[in-house]
């Protein structure tokens, strides 16, 4: 049985990656951090009906001592570097923090990996947002990055040193380029599930209005259950490389509303509002992957569509306010809503 050692087990793809490779029967084992809310941290794992099946170990992407001796205990064949600080506009406000979890993070994972499990394969969660200011109208993994955020900067450095690790040290590292994906595990944060999440409680009578920021940016949204099967596939080729993973088409925030907002009966014009505070201080404006490579050498593609995808959403959020029905409904958090 393979053992996977999973950085950010208790996000989105961590939860998703998990439930794959226990399908696929490895041990599973997930990196968290100490929390005080400890019974919280699992959610999205219940969620998926799996918390019981994965070992949890403490360590933090901070602390390279802890990532060697976890290293040393667990003795992984795959280790999927997915924590990060993974939220764009709190890169502005914790821009340091960023650069340490979400840069130097990762030079800890090479460290850690270089040293005490040298032949494992390694898999580092690179974005799209290190393309920012696009320099080709379809982004491949030929085309140069321009980032515009402290968090597509600190990616960048993590791409580059997963790509240096195994030009320099021949380790099985590759970095996969994944265009932005959601589910209904997605952090609510996200301008996705804050749309879905919106269009639940504006169905159910809860509020009336929905405030967002930039409505014509565009973005190439995948689902997180496709694009883990994609991080797999990468471990499983016999050279390391990069991929981008993508759906190879792209989509308004505002037709995002529009699609989101009719699956529930609504006309999204009657509920959305912009607001400048939320408009970011550089904005990336299109994003538009070509997954070519991907599907040639890993024979992967996106199976879900953008609307299948949003409909999930919607319907998942209508279903989690209707079971806290009868409980008061607390606001969302300013400093969670905002971006
Ligand atoms: P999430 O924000 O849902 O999860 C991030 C995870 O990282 C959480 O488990 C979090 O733990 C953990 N984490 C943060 N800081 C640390 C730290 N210092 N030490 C240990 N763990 C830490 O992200 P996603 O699942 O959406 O994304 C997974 C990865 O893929 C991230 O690296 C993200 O940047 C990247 N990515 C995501 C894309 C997307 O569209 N989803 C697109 C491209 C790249 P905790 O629960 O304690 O906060
Ligand atoms: P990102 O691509 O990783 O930054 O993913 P997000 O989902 O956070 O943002 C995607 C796009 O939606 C960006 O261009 C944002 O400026 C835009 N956007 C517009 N309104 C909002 C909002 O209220 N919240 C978030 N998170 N993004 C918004």
């Not at 190439?220 to 499983?236: E, I, N, P, S, T």
Request: net charge neutral; hydrophobic share 45%.
């Amino acid at each position: 049985m393979p053992t996977a050692l999973v950085t950010g087990i208790t996000g989105q793809d961590g939860a998703y990656l998990a439930a794959l490779l226990l399908d696929k029967g490895y041990r599973v084992v997930g990196l968290a951090r100490r929390s005080a809310s400890a019974d919280m941290v699992s959610e999205r794992l219940r969620w998926l009906g799996i918390r019981d099946r994965i070992e949890i170990v403490d360590g933090d992407l901070l602390d390279l001592a802890s990532l060697i001796r976890i290293m040393k205990a667990v003795e992984p064949d795959e280790v999927y570097n997915l924590a990060a600080q993974s939220f764009v506009a709190a890169s502005w406000q914790q821009p340091i923090l960023t650069g340490q979890a979400t840069g130097m993070g990762v030079a800890h994972m090479l460290e850690a990996v270089r040293i005490a499990r040298p032949a494992a394969r390694f898999y580092q969660a690179s974005s799209s947002e290190m393309y920012g200011l696009i320099q080709e109208k379809v982004q491949s993994e030929k085309t140069p990055f321009y980032p515009r955020s402290p968090y597509a900067v600190a990616k960048l450095y993590g791409h580059w040193m997963t790509v240096n690790y195994r030009e320099s040290f021949g380790l099985h590292a590759s970095s996969g380029i994944l265009f932005n994906h959601e589910s209904p595990l997605r952090g609510i944060e996200f301008v996705t599930r804050k749309v879905t999440d919106g269009v639940a409680r504006i169905k159910l009578g809860m509020t009336n209005t929905l405030s967002l920021g930039n409505l014509e940016a565009t973005r190439d949204w995948g689902h997180a259950r496709d694009y883990v099967k994609a991080m797999w596939l990468m471990l499983q080729q016999d050279t390391p490389d990069d991929y981008v993973v993508a759906t190879g088409r792209t989509t308004s925030i505002r037709d995002l509303c529009r699609i989101a907002f009719s699956h529930a009966g609504l006309n999204y014009e009657d509920h959305v509002t912009t607001s400048a505070a939320l408009i970011r201080p550089a904005e990336v404006e299109v994003l538009l992957g070509d997954p070519g490579k991907a599907k040639q050498k890993l024979g992967w593609q996106a199976e879900t569509t953008l609307e299948q995808m949003i409909a999930e959403m919607v319907d998942a959020d209508i279903v989690r306010h209707q079971a806290r029905a009868g409980a008061p409904v607390a606001p969302i958090p300013a400093g969670v809503s905002g971006i």
